[in-house]
């Protein structure tokens, strides 16, 4: 991918798998990563400063980020605003994600945490998207039982 998106950091483990990739595969022309630091209190850990140099850390509600954004992105992932982030899906899917792009949201099938979020799951259904949803891991640490959904955008 050209351009990356990721809404939610968490442990960074995911970044730093993705900047992996990146790396690997020659690198991407741009990578965004946005986060609120809600669970950090509003501040981003010490530990992030610097830790991926290529990625551009914007501090951002992810709804104000979205409703903002005029980029768009080959590749996105969501793992951000749990509570809210099926209500601007119709933005991230219609203007963010580019054309042949991909976009994966995380915990959609965590309805004891997030019911909200098999929306996700039921509205590709419903509109006929290009999609997979994992259910199943094949190491513990990916926590896929916790469902991934995996969109494509034709």
Same mark, same amino acid.
């Given at each position: ?26 690198? /991407? $022309?741009?990578?965004?990563? /946005? #986060? ?12 992030? +400063? ?6 551009? !850390?914007?501090? =951002? =509600?992810?709804?104000? *980020? !979205?409703?903002?954004?005029? #980029?768009?992105?080959? *590749?996105? *992932?969501?793992?951000?605003? @749990?509570? @809210? ?12 994600? +580019?054309? @042949?792009?991909? $976009?994966?949201? @995380?915990? /959609?099938?965590?309805? +004891? ?19 997979? $949803?994992?259910?199943? =891991? =094949? ?5 896929? *039982?916790?469902? $991934? ?6």
């Amino acid at each position: 991918p050209r351009g990356v998106l990721e809404v939610g950091v968490g442990t960074g483990r995911v970044t730093d798998a993705l900047v992996g990739a990146a790396r690997k595969n020659g690198g /991407v $022309l741009r990578y965004t990563l /946005v #986060d609120s630091w809600s669970d950090w209190g509003g501040v981003m850990p010490q530990e992030f +400063a610097g830790r991926w140099p290529m990625v551009k !850390v914007v501090t =951002s =509600s992810e709804a104000e *980020f !979205v409703a903002n954004c005029r #980029d768009q992105f080959d *590749f996105i *992932f969501m793992d951000g605003d @749990h509570r @809210h982030t099926q209500e601007w899906f119709g933005d991230v899917y219609g203007r963010l994600l +580019a054309p @042949h792009g991909m $976009l994966c949201y @995380h915990d /959609v099938t965590n309805t +004891a945490g997030f019911p909200n979020l098999l929306e996700l799951y039921e509205r590709c259904v419903r509109e006929g998207l290009s999609y997979r $949803l994992f259910t199943g =891991s =094949s190491q513990p640490e990916e926590r896929c *039982f916790r469902g $991934l959904l995996v969109i494509f955008k034709s």
